[in-house]
């Protein structure tokens, strides 16, 4: 008769406040046999601290594939595994994906241990739209290509909700302004449960005036969130928007706006709002 096979427990760890762990994590983590970890010598001070003793495995970008079939050989002789990033719920922007899936195929049972999550977090208090929302994760790290991918988004998605860099993030509400305008409305939210939690709210100007007043702003975790589609967009189909953003950097809006009618049979005055939404002038 075919032993059971363990479970794999993904496990929700603070992202900051360490009272944010749940009682049930630190019961799962307590009785498995291995606990999976983004990177253990950083897991292992906050085991340390909950005052368990577990034996540690890497599972990090690098090795995930190659480790997840060991850890699935593990599941399968009847041993449990815990899974952790470094904060937060694991596979959101983390690794985790292929040993869940490659457990999936095999049958193994996988169990959430909810917690916290740095998106929800700051979604919930942002005082956005939460009916409807999309979340990229990390933008690219060049300019261009974090502009091709918010260009790429669909309208009708909602709030649209990112992670980024101290290093970068005001080179990213630069290219926000590029693509959405000047002034949509965003919320930037850092360093989440910690003792420099801050919620700042409106354009990108504003937002980078507040961080340039003091240096120390631009440093920590960051979440980036930007308000969804004004109503002007939404009745104005994707071609002859992005045919007007092409005709607004050689003509002035008004011309602009008169040729992407006539291209494209819209209303010359939607297309003229539009562009005064997007920061050009009239």
Known sequence: MTAPSGNLYIVATPIGNLDDISQRAIKTLSSVAWVAAEDTRHSGKLLSHLGISARMLALHDHNEKQRAAALLQKLQAGEDVALISDAGTPLISDPGYSLVRLCRDAGVRVVPIPGPCALISALCCAGLPTDKFHFIGFLPAKSQQRQNVLSAIPQGVGTLICYETARRIKDCLADVVKVFGAERELVLAKELTKTFENFVYGTAAHITAWLNEDPARCQGEMVLMIAPTLAAEEEI??????????????????????????????????LYKLGLSWGAEG
């Open 237 to 270: 189909n994707p071609a002859a928007q992005q045919t007007l953003k092409l005709l607004m950097s050689e003509l002035p809006l008004k011309k602009a706006a008169a040729l992407t009618a006539e291209i494209h049979g819209e209303k010359k005055n939607a």
